[in-house]
Nanobody
């Protein structure tokens, strides 16, 4: 099945930027949509941003205007550009993919993002 490998997490100062990457491997079927979720300590996992195969994007209200999701179809990779980071953005970020006509999905292992004040 499709496997997702994430990179780009780390420690950054408030107001700084990070770019997360998620590369899909073992892709046999077309990927219908990819997205980023996050889960902070004691919080539920929430959708941060998603992008469909047609390029339609959706963002959580808390990140609109600061985060941008994009994709490189040739590389089967999705990115999350995070600007103007705030301490409340600190969380484990997970990549997610829907594929094969949305009959299957896959999750990345998660990457830690920590924003210091």
């Amino acid at each position: 099945q499709v496997q997702l490998v994430e990179s780009g997490g780390g420690l950054v100062q408030a107001g700084g930027s990070l770019r997360l990457s998620c590369a899909a491997s073992r892709v046999i079927f077309s990927i219908d949509a990819m997205g980023w979720y996050r889960q902070g300590p004691g919080k539920q996992r929430e959708l941060v941003a998603q992008i469909t195969s047609g390029g339609t994007t959706n963002y959580a209200d808390s990140v609109k205007g600061r985060f941008t999701i994009s994709r490189d179809n040739a590389k089967n990779t999705v990115y999350l550009q995070m600007n103007s980071l705030k301490p409340e953005d600190s969380a484990v970020y997970y990549c997610h993919a829907l594929y094969a006509g949305s009959s299957y999905d896959a999750w990345g292992q998660g990457t830690q993002v920590t924003v210091s004040s």
